[in-house]
Structures are given as structure tokens and as C-alpha cells.
């Protein structure tokens, strides 16, 4: 089990030597404008310009797009949220199986790369997931050093 490192400050400023991927959850429908994306844009414009150049249809729930970003950061958009908002019967848009299966992507990159993992706490506000789950999926699947930025 992989311990999860909390830490102060914001995630588009990932702290520490070496190779850095920021992880981050979008959606399968093409929306980008809310949430830790506009952190993201306002940064840099790779990830939003990748994201943006695929058919919608082709965000596929468990896919990532890994998006160099600096010589030593990359981004990963990892497509693990269903649509925007909450469904009629208040389902949350977050997909946990396909957070999982994003984040066992990410973590393989990682691996092979030598990197380090860095995000927001990812799906548990506009994608409406709950930390707990979340942070159970991070810890049985990312073995790789991982650190979780708390913004405010």
C-alpha cells in the first residue's frame, strides 16, 4: 500500500525533483471549463488543446491523454467522469472503475518513466465522489510516490 502524501499549495506547481505528472479526472463528453481545468489552462495550454482535438465519442471512460507540458511535468487527463453534473436519480458523475483504471494507467507511465504522481483531490468536487473511495482506489492501485495538494 502506497502512502498518500497531503501537503498545502496548488497542484499546477507540483513540488519535488525529477519527472512530476499532474493527474487530474475529465469528462467523456468534451466539457472543459470548470473545476481544476481552468488551473490547468491558465497554466499552460497543452492539456485543454489535446483534450479539445479529440471526437467526444473518442473520450473513452478508463483512457488517459498523457500531455508534456515542461521538460520535467507532464499532465494526465484521465477520462473517469460521465457527462457533467448529476444524473436525474442524483448519481454522481465520477466513475470509480474507470478512475481505476486511469489511474493504473498513469501509475504503469509513471513506472516506466521514474515519476512522481501530484493532483488535486481529484472527484470529489464537481465529479462528486466521495474522498474516502477515492483515496482507497489511490492507495491500492499507485505505487509510485504520490502527492495530494489541498489548495485552501
Given at each position: 500500500?502506497?502512502?498518500?502524501?497531503?501537503?498545502?499549495?496548488?497542484?499546477?506547481e507540483p513540488q519535488g525533483e525529477g519527472l512530476k505528472i499532474i493527474c487530474h479526472i475529465s469528462?467523456?463528453?468534451?466539457?472543459?471549463?470548470?473545476?481544476?481545468?481552468?488551473?490547468?489552462?491558465r497554466k499552460w495550454k497543452q492539456p485543454e488543446a489535446t483534450y479539445r482535438s479529440v471526437n467526444h465519442k473518442?473520450?473513452?471512460l478508463g483512457n488517459i491523454q498523457l500531455i508534456q507540458v515542461e521538460e520535467d511535468i507532464y499532465v494526465a487527463n484521465m477520462i473517469a467522469q460521465a457527462g457533467i453534473g448529476f444524473?436525474?436519480?442524483?448519481?454522481?458523475?465520477i466513475r470509480y472503475n474507470a478512475l481505476r483504471t486511469a489511474l493504473e494507467a498513469v501509475n504503469k507511465v509513471a513506472i516506466e518513466m521514474g515519476a512522481t504522481l501530484h493532483a488535486p483531490k481529484f472527484g470529489a468536487g464537481l465529479?462528486?465522489?466521495?474522498?474516502?473511495?477515492?483515496?482507497?482506489i489511490?492507495?491500492?492501485?499507485v505505487?509510485?510516490?504520490?502527492?495530494?495538494?489541498?489548495f485552501k
Open positions: 500500500m502506497n502512502k498518500i502524501n497531503y501537503i498545502k499549495g496548488d497542484a499546477v469528462n467523456d463528453s468534451g466539457g472543459w471549463g470548470a473545476g481544476f481545468v481552468l488551473a490547468l489552462s473518442d473520450l473513452l444524473d436525474n436519480n442524483g448519481k454522481p458523475p465529479s462528486g465522489g466521495k474522498w474516502d473511495i477515492i483515496e482507497n489511490i492507495e491500492e492501485v505505487t509510485v510516490p504520490i502527492t495530494i495538494y489541498n
